[in-house]
């Protein structure tokens, strides 16, 4: 069992910076893929970034390549996303989901946290 606790959303204007973080549960965080997705509201669950236990291989969807960046550190049981040059697209609740194997579909993802909001004004 892994829990997942996200943090770090807010209201920001358009071109700025957040850093998201989501801190894991269970001895087990490394041998879990991590990943974030959002859902603007009316849309179906996106997937944005993805990373190996090791952290060692990353992917990322085409509408966020370049601006933001996933990283973990298993010795604290953390997984971040620092999100950059932020546009109004992008606001929405961004989730933190782990997963055994590598995948960008959300319904194979095992544990998920409650999301943190993300606000891009414009």
């Known amino acids: 069992q892994v829990q997942l606790v996200e943090s770090g959303g807010g209201l920001v204007q358009a071109g700025g910076s957040l850093r998201l973080s989501c801190a894991a549960s269970?001895?087990?965080?490394?041998?879990?893929?991590m990943g974030w997705f959002r859902q603007a509201p009316g849309k179906e669950r996106e997937f944005v970034a993805t990373i190996s236990g090791r952290g060692d291989s990353t992917y990322y969807a085409d509408s966020v390549k370049g601006r933001f960046t996933i990283s973990r550190d298993n010795a604290k049981n953390m997984v971040y996303l620092q999100m950059n040059g932020l546009k109004p697209g992008d606001t929405a609740p961004y989730y933190c989901a782990a997963a055994r194997v590598l995948t960008y579909s959300a319904v194979r993802y095992d544990y998920w946290g409650q999301g943190t909001q993300v606000t891009v004004s414009s």
């Open positions: 269970g001895h087990t965080f490394s041998s879990y893929r």
